[in-house]
């Protein structure tokens, strides 16, 4: 069958041709002699799991990279990419996933940045207004004075589109675009695609997640561990079953079956509390929530409504001014990290490599971090060497951590390896109590699957676990509970069954990520 | 005490600091500290005497100076840049290299013959002002005209030109240039040129003008950390470095100058009679400096303003934190 | 995933360096900086060439002034001394990410508390030994650690940078000594204090000299027992003691240490005055082992920016320190007599250099790939 689409004309040559693309990174083939090809006036779909390659593809074609073999070919004109700048040339721009903006910087001076103009001296005043009349054309308005760090994360995204705009771009490479929104900035977001592939411009739009793909794009191709399992196939004509099977290569199941919840006493017990972020400003505006022991919590929100300001100040990293957090009774909040950690605490953190690890140091340094205290790992002042070297490898086998030995550095082992051996850290210590913040990120699905069976294990031994995370199905899946935060508030409490996560639920969710309160939703007649 | 004088001395040797302090502005702007400003300054004071003493003319002493200790900061480039290497300990090394080289190479130069300097003279009508006039137009060294001149032009660059916006982004957030097809490296690399440069400047001043001549490695006197410094306290500002730098050059001249008259201000002056006490005095500009420090990081800290983003980390490309 | 940097073609052969995987085998980070260290004394020898001098003379004679036989030996060792405390010294403040520059400083006023022990007086000069020797190293470790604490509060209080507070404080402590020296504790009016008496010098080998012939004239002192002992002693702190894991720790991921518990605000300030205390007996052993008065010149000679680039080529071992330390002990005894007289500042520094560059086959590696053709796929 042949799916009829509107705008694009299959007899003209294909916008972009990429063909036979290889791209290696050491100990890695990132690309293996991948095919792409972009018609004019389309929404093409690059669907693919973490890792795959789908970004590296296109960064290629972004002039980040060069391919180590392949070609490229735009307009039927073969291009050499030698930098970015050769790509904006060619018409070829890309909004990447995190944000290429000079937050101390205007949107105006982000949007002037690297181009030939103006000459020399700066009237931005001139620009200001260019850009305003820009952003109405293609329905991005956002004030070109403002400075980055003061625009919402939506508002930023409008910022690198116009800046792609502004340089003449006809091909808007997005890289997972919505992981920062909300439902219904989504659908703006799409509205927003729509209307500027009506004015002439084709859109690759790359993501991981499935529904998107399907609802959004004309054609879909579909890259798997660097290799293309689909190429250019038009997006009603497959299942999405079917692309599911392309993207992972099994059967996938988007459910997991957990048994159902008996929940004891109150573990966490979170009161109003008021906290500000870095900037000084309010973050955490008298937000409350509780959590018992046996359940997993979920705290659903659009990034940067004050998770993590939650969870450092659960955690002790950050004091709050107002409020207390309560761990079995005993109170947590402005203590050091110390009174956790001895109380049963234990935190994923977001940032494996940042927070959660000392890169250079061994993998049995790290997993002694939180009982290298207490005996056997040290007797009065002096760590016992064996002892903590046999607890490591204790771990090594419990948690299936691979790495030649103990000793290695864990700079040198990889996204899902590295969550293990926090994971083993701080289960291990057999808390009563986690915070778990984005764990599953950047992981392939078999770590995934990994690490959601190891928190739902942790529910069934009793303990409380606080599951903060952006992706919504994971955390509909697996808590029995979700809160919903917005602008540091608590917008609303869900109870999750054991069923299916239907739509109903996700436009609730939704409706509370951009900040309609429940009982709002509630009143105006939404069925949850 | 004549403190016309003692200003006007202190505008000059305000003057080194304050091409030191620019230099590094720019090298940290663009994300690269650089903590061999005090070997760089050591070579462009050697390099612009001897190559004086050798041709005759102080101007090509003065370009010679700049010329090599840029060169030579490029090793440091090349090391934090190219190689990643921990900046810090770069820095340190280089002001070792550069205080040996200058010493090796200037080997038997302060018995040199006296040497032609670089040229002073009064800006007519400027230098009539009361008050003001004498301490900053009369009878200055060119190269303190220079400064005056260099302080709008540096922050008219950072703040109002396309090249500035540029220098800002490489320091604040590099992948975002990076992706606009600016060479983040190619500009590091300059910026680190031009840091080294004018730290070499700040060291021909010294050997040729204010404090002429060669003394091995006493010639700088720690001024090239004191610069370190006063960048901080400067807030990376241009014009906040200006007022630093002849501060403190006008607190230097002070010092020297206190102990030598018998009646200070009315009283008996307890330096001269207490000669020893010299050594406190001698203590004051880096007391001085670590007050400067702490005042300096507060107010950052309340700003939450404070360094260049990027400041001090290697950019590598393709690094997004996961 | 990091980019690999490609070279331009060489016959259809592309270099290519990319970051390692693995790490490298034991002996390749000392073979590298033996290698760096070769490379510096060759670009060495080229500046003294440049400058007039004779490279391999030059050389020679370092070698022969230094090991050539046990009485030179023996001075080395005593050069040595003082770098293996200031060494040390850098060394923990750098497992800390604390770049302790002041150590030069620290050093001063440790040998400027141990002689205000024997100079105000507090123990008169007939003390025993016994007595005299184990108050002065504690008042020289004091003052060090007073003077370590200082950049430390700063630093932890009011996140001042210590590079620059700590070198300010370097020329304060020379001037403050310098006081001292010129005002209150000169002799006959020259740049020195008086002689300390004998009960305050450390032992030394050549004392034992009546029983022992072969020890005749060897000026060792204790002071290297002391530096040993506190190389020994901190391996084990830093290795083996809990404090010692928190030191590394925060050196390496300080947000890491912070969720663990561990207080950076203390540690920073009790690690610099430590650091400071080591320098502090450096610098008493310097000024009861050898110069034998208070005296600025001997005494700010270099030994605390000497002490960076020991531990830094050590890697921050306590007991690879020791052997460093022998080997710039040798640089500096025999450096005296060379023209140019910058000679052995010259070298240390293109060592430092030398070594910081090769940091970099470290982490990255070096491979030659046919161009284009490859089409085995890596895993």
Not at chain 1, 122 to 138: H, N, P, T, V
Not at chain 1, 279 to 300: D, F, H, Q, T, Y
Request: charge should be neutral.
């Amino acid at each position: 069958m042949t799916a009829t689409l509107n705008t694009t004309s299959e007899t003209m040559p294909p916008m972009v041709e990429m063909r036979g693309i290889v791209k290696r990174f050491p100990g890695v083939l990132a690309n293996d002699h991948v095919d792409f090809e972009l018609r004019a006036g389309e929404i093409h779909g690059l669907l693919g799991e973490n890792g795959a390659g789908k970004s590296t593809l296109m960064n290629v074609l972004a002039g980040l990279y060069k391919q180590d073999a392949g070609t490229i070919k735009v307009n039927g004109n073969p291009v050499i990419f030698s930098s970015p700048r050769d790509a904006i040339k060619a018409g070829i721009g890309m909004v990447h996933q995190h944000f290429m903006l000079v937050p101390s910087q205007t949107v105006t001076e982000n949007v002037l940045l690297g181009l030939d103009e103006p000459r020399f001296f700066m009237r931005l005043s001139e620009y200001d207004s260019r850009i305003a009349e820009l952003g109405r054309k293609f329905g991005l308005s956002v004030d070109p004075r403002a400075k980055i760090w003061q625009l919402s994360v939506g508002e930023q995204q409008r910022v690198e589109l116009l800046k792609m705009l502004y340089r003449g771009a006809n091909v808007l490479i997005m890289d997972e675009p919505t992981a920062v929104l909300a439902p219904q900035e989504i659908e703006g977001l799409f509205n927003t695609l729509r209307s500027m592939v009506a004015q002439g411009k084709s859109v690759i739009f790359i993501s991981h997640k499935l529904n998107e793909v399907a609802a959004i794009a004309d054609r879909v191709t579909v890259l798997r561990r660097g290799k293309g399992t689909a190429s250019g196939v038009p997006s009603r004509g497959v299942t999405r079953q079917e692309l599911a099977q392309l993207m992972v290569g099994r059967e996938v199941v988007f459910f997991v079956a957990k048994k159902p919840c008996k929940p004891g006493d109150v573990v966490l017990d979170v009161k109003a509390i008021h906290a500000e972020n870095d900037k000084g400003l309010p973050a955490l505006r008298g937000l409350s929530l509780n959590v018992r022991a046996g359940e997993i919590v979920g705290v659903a929100g659009v990034a940067g409504n004050g998770q993590n300001e939650l969870s450092q100040v659960i955690t002790g990293l950050r004091k709050c001014r107002q409020g207390e957090v309560m761990l079995n009774g005993d109170k947590v909040s402005n203590r050091d990290t110390l009174f956790g950690i001895q109380h049963g605490m234990a935190y994923i953190p977001e940032d494996r490599t940042h927070v959660g690890s000392a890169p250079n140091l061994s993998v049995t340094d790290n997993v002694i971090m939180k009982n290298y205290r207490k005996s056997p790992i040290s007797k009065g002042g002096m760590l016992d060497m064996p002892a903590a070297t046999k607890f490591a490898n204790e771990l090594k086998q419990a948690y299936d951590i691979i790495v030649p030995t103990v000793n290695t550095p864990v700079r040198l082992l990889s996204g899902g390896n590295l969550q293990r051996v926090i994971l083993a850290r701080e289960i291990s210590g057999q808390p009563n109590f986690m915070v778990a913040v984005q764990p599953t990120r950047g992981l392939d699905v078999g770590a995934i699957e990994g690490v959601h069976r190891l928190l739902l294990a942790q529910r069934e031994a009793g303990a409380a676990v606080l599951l903060i995370s952006e992706e919504l199905e994971e955390l509909l899946s697996l808590s029995d509970r979700v809160y919903v935060i917005y602008e540091g508030k608590i917008m609303g409490e869900i109870q999750v069954g054991g069923a299916e996560p239907n739509e109903g639920l996700v436009e609730v969710v939704g409706l509370m990520m951009t900040g309609t309160p429940l009982e709002q939703i509630r009143k105006e007649g939404v069925a949850a | 005490m004549d403190f016309i004088i003692i200003l006007q001395a202190g505008v000059a040797s305000g003057t080194v600091l304050l091409f030191a302090t620019l230099g590094e502005i720019f090298s940290e702007r663009s994300g690269v500290l650089n903590l061999g400003v005090e070997g760089m300054m050591l070579i462009g004071a050697m390099t612009g005497f001897s190559v004086t003493i050798a041709t005759g003319n102080p101007w090509s002493g003065v370009l010679a100076a700049m010329l090599f200790a840029g060169l030579i900061s490029q090793i440091h480039a090349f090391i934090v840049i190219t190689l990643q290497a921990d900046q810090v300990v770069s820095g340190l090394a280089l002001t070792f290299l550069g205080a040996g080289i200058s010493v090796v190479l200037g080997e038997g130069l302060s018995k040199a013959g006296t040497v032609s300097l670089m040229p002073n003279f009064s800006i007519p009508l400027l230098s009539q002002i009361p008050a003001l006039g004498p301490i900053f137009f009369k009878d200055q060294s060119v190269l303190v005209y220079v400064g005056y001149l260099m302080i709008p032009l540096a922050w008219y660059y950072i703040n109002r030109t396309r090249g500035g916006l540029h220098l800002r982004a490489v320091g604040e957030y590099p992948a975002a240039a990076d992706a606009l097809g600016i060479n983040v490296f190619r500009m590091r690399y300059l910026y680190v040129f031009v840091g080294g440069m004018l730290a070499g400047l700040g060291g021909a001043a010294i050997s040729l003008a204010v404090s002429p001549g060669w003394f091995s490695e006493l010639t700088t006197g720690g001024q090239g950390w004191i610069a370190v410094g006063l960048v901080i306290f400067a807030q990376w500002d241009p014009v906040r470095a200006a007022v630093g730098s002849y501060a403190f050059g006008a607190l230097r001249r002070l010092i020297l100058d206190i102990q030598g008259p018998t009646i200070l201000f009315g009283l008996a002056n307890p330096f001269y009679y207490n000669p020893y006490w010299g050594f406190f005095l001698q203590m004051i500009p880096y007391a001085f400096t670590i007050i400067v420090l702490v005042v300096g990081s507060r107010e950052a800290m309340r700003k939450r303003l404070g360094a260049p983003a990027a400041l001090g980390t290697p950019y590598i490309r393709g690094e997004r934190g996961l | 995933m990091t980019k690999s940097i490609s070279r331009p073609r060489w016959t259809g052969y592309r270099i290519k360096i990319e970051p390692r995987l693995d790490q490298p085998p034991g002996w390749y980070p000392a073979a590298v900086s033996v290698g760096a260290i070769a490379f510096a004394l060759i670009l060495g020898g080229i500046l003294i060439a440049i400058a007039g001098g004779d490279p391999f003379l030059s050389y020679a004679h370092i070698a022969r002034a230094s090991f050539g036989e046990i009485g030179v030996f023996s001075d080395t060792i005593v050069k040595a001394t003082p770098i293996i405390l200031a060494a040390l010294a850098c060394s923990v403040a750098f497992r800390m990410k604390l770049w302790n520059i002041g150590a030069e400083g620290q050093f001063i006023m440790g040998a400027f508390g141990a002689s205000a022990i024997v100079l105000t007086p507090i123990l008169p000069p007939e003390t025993t030994p016994w007595l005299f020797i184990p108050v002065m190293a504690m008042a020289g470790m004091a003052a060090g650690a007073v003077w370590g604490f200082i950049p430390g509060y700063l630093k932890a209080k009011y996140n001042v940078n210590e590079i620059i507070s700590t070198l300010m404080l370097n020329y304060i402590a020379i001037a403050w000594v310098n006081y001292w020296i010129f005002g209150v504790w000169t002799e006959g009016g020259f740049q020195m204090s008086a002689k300390f008496p004998e009960t305050t010098w450390l032992p030394r080998l050549s004392d034992y000299a009546s029983t022992i012939p072969i020890l005749r004239g060897l000026t060792t002192h204790l002071g290297l027992l002391l530096g040993i002992v506190a190389a020994i002693a901190l391996w084990f702190v830093v290795f083996r003691s809990r404090w010692g894991y928190e030191i590394r720790l925060i050196g390496d991921n300080p947000r890491a240490a912070q969720y663990a518990g561990i207080n950076i605000a203390r540690n920073t300030v009790l690690v610099m005055a430590l650091s400071g205390a080591l320098a502090g007996l450096g610098g008493m052993s310097e000024v009861t082992g050898v110069i034998h008065r208070l005296q600025t010149a001997p005494l700010a000679a270099g030994y605390g920016f000497t002490g960076i680039i020991v531990a830094w080529l050590a890697k921050l071992n306590p007991l690879v320190i020791i052997l460093v330390s022998i080997l710039f002990g040798a640089l500096i005894l025999a450096g005296r007599e060379i023209q140019p007289s910058g000679v052995p500042k010259m070298i240390q520094g293109i060592i430092l250099v030398s070594l910081i560059a090769s940091d970099f086959l470290l982490r990255y590696q070096v491979r030659f790939a046919r161009d284009s053709a490859d089409t085995d796929a890596e895993e």
